[in-house]
């Protein structure tokens, strides 16, 4: 069982930074990889990166390369997700999620699906 709190979320202005936390719960956390969504009032559930259970291979949607680092510390049961350069449409409730590490393959990251525990979200506005 894992149990995930994200934090961070809040009000910046277009062009800055913010960094949101995935604070975990239980042991299993380090055998997860580890996702990040987002979602837009009247839109899907939107993938935009994981990293797996070292620490390794992060994986983003396209539209956040080169803007956004996910990365995670074990020995504190957190992922993190760096955001920069932010634009209004990056606005969202993001959540964190644990996928099992049977979904090894990239062809499974962006399914909401394949994850097995969400956190509650946290609100990121952008204004322009």
């Known amino acids: 069982q894992v149990q995930l709190v994200e934090s961070g979320g809040g009000l910046v202005q277009a062009g800055g930074s913010l960094r949101v936390s995935c604070a975990a719960s239980?042991?299993?956390?380090?055998?997860?990889?580890m996702g990040w969504f987002r979602q837009a009032p009247g839109k899907e559930r939107e993938f935009v990166a994981r990293i797996n259970w070292s620490g390794g291979s992060p994986y983003y949607t396209d539209s956040v390369k080169g803007r956004f680092t996910v990365s995670r510390d074990n020995a504190k049961n957190t992922v993190y997700l760096q955001m920069s350069s932010l634009k209004p449409e990056d606005a969202a409730v993001y959540y964190c999620a644990a996928q099992s590490p049977q979904y090894y393959s990239p062809s499974y990251y962006g399914l909401p699906g394949h994850y097995d525990y969400w956190g509650q979200g946290t609100q990121v506005t952008v204004s322009s």
């Open positions: 239980g042991r299993a956390f380090r055998s997860y990889g």
